[in-house]
């Protein structure tokens, strides 16, 4: 084929900066454009299984995988809320059981120290009642004694007033 002139194709193309540049591009259209096309195709059908088809299986492959580990983190995810989960009811059902068990020890204690402040009080009841008893027996001992010396204590005190012994 040979080539076209270029006079003709500016003279059907208005004037302008764009039709000068298209005017000295040329196309030439011979046999290595068909032979282009057939290395072209030959290259597409050699690398096809050779390069395309493996990277699109290693691709898709690492796609797989990616979406894999995504949903083996969210599965582990999941299982990791749901732990937490059991893991808070447990620790709040520990601390109910614990404020159970604190409040009945509370309430042992508070009987325990109710009982030993009565046994306390009752002993240092006894203690006193005793005390008393013991005040009063000596005290009538001691009145008794008194009363018994009473008629020798009048004449001794009677006999240092009066300066001279008292007869009976």
Do not use: H, N
């Amino acid at each position: 084929m040979t080539p076209l002139d270029p006079s003709l194709v500016t003279a059907s193309v208005p004037t302008g900066p764009l039709p000068a540049l298209l005017a000295s591009v040329t196309v030439d259209l011979d046999k290595s454009v068909l032979v282009q096309m057939a290395l072209f195709g030959l290259l597409i059908l050699l690398l096809d299984p050779l390069l395309f088809r493996p990277m699109l299986r290693l691709f898709a492959l690492r796609e797989q995988r990616t979406d894999g580990a995504r949903a083996e983190a969210r599965a582990m995810q999941e299982r990791a809320a749901e732990l937490l989960a059991s893991y808070e009811s447990e620790v709040a059902r520990i601390k109910a059981t614990a404020s159970a068990e604190r409040d009945a020890l509370r309430r042992e204690t508070a009987a325990l120290e109710a009982s030993m402040l009565a046994e306390a009080r009752a002993a240092a009841e006894l203690v006193l009642a005793q005390g008393r008893k013991r005040i009063d027996d000596d005290y009538a001992q001691v009145r008794d004694e008194l009363q018994a010396k009473k008629d020798e204590l009048v004449r001794g005190i009677g006999a240092r007033v009066l300066g001279r012994e008292l007869s009976s």
